[in-house]
């Protein structure tokens, strides 16, 4: 779900960097400690506190609460019901069949405070 979302790291509230999938980014901190946000413009992170240690480097890693092979499972299940419920005439497995888009949007408007997360690697 990564790949789908156009994220940036706030820094203090002030610093603002984009971040491009696989690739690092290298962030000047301006104050000790600094405080860390990562968002889309809909989901915010909690604030990380990072504090400053003289030629200490520190390594994050972006995650999101839907993985990529939830998202393509979901689909997939989503076709190969509806299909199956659209061929049988059974409405039961068509309505079933919406339950994994439910599930996503669920997990993306209601689960908002869990849906990004920062984790130390």
Do not use: W
């Amino acid at each position: 779900m990564l790949r789908l979302l156009k994220l940036r790291v706030v820094v203090n509230g002030h610093f603002i960097y984009p971040l491009v999938r696989n690739r690092p980014v290298v962030i000047d901190m301006p104050t000790n400690p600094t405080k860390l946000v990562v968002t889309d413009g809909f989901h915010i992170t909690s604030p990380l506190n990072v504090t400053y240690a003289k030629n200490y480097t520190r390594y994050f890693t972006i995650v999101c609460i839907i993985e990529d092979a939830q998202l393509i499972i979901g689909f997939i299940l989503t076709l190969v019901l509806y299909a199956m419920g659209l061929t049988s005439g059974i409405i039961f497995l068509q309505m079933l069949s919406m339950m994994p888009i439910f599930y996503f949007l669920f997990l993306y408007y209601i689960k908002r405070k869990d849906f990004i997360r920062i984790q130390p690697v």
